[in-house]
Nanobody
């Protein structure tokens, strides 16, 4: 069984910072792309940032210059440093990863359970 467990969400004031963490656990052989998505109630989930195994990153225009994604391949973990937060960054944030289990010859896509980020003005 593979799981993605997020932590680090919470309440922040506008202009403040939060750091999200996500760790993959289980019988993992390899992890390819990892990323963070966010979703508001009744809306589609949207990509915030993604990072390849080699460290190449991609950001949505709405967070460029404010958020930084990083990963630690040895720990099977991905992080999202969120600076200069705005009230419009208030969402549930989800971790996502393409993971190959030790018993598989292919990659599956996994989601974390989500963590709430609320930014007050």
């Amino acid at each position: 069984q593979v799981q993605l467990v997020e932590s680090g969400g919470g309440l922040a004031q506008a202009g403040g910072s939060l750091r999200l963490s996500c760790a993959a656990s289980g019988s993992i052989f390899s992890i390819n792309d990892m990323g963070w998505y966010r979703q508001a109630p009744g809306k589609q989930r949207e990509l915030v940032a993604a990072i390849t195994r080699g460290g190449r990153t991609n950001y949505s225009d709405s967070v460029k210059g404010r958020f930084t994604i990083s990963r630690d391949n040895a720990k099977n973990a991905v992080y999202l440093q969120m600076n200069s937060l705005k009230p419009e960054d208030t969402f549930v944030y989800y971790c996502n990863a393409d993971i190959r289990r030790a018993t598989d010859s292919y990659y599956r896509n996994y989601w974390g359970q989500g963590t709430q980020v609320t930014v007050s003005s």
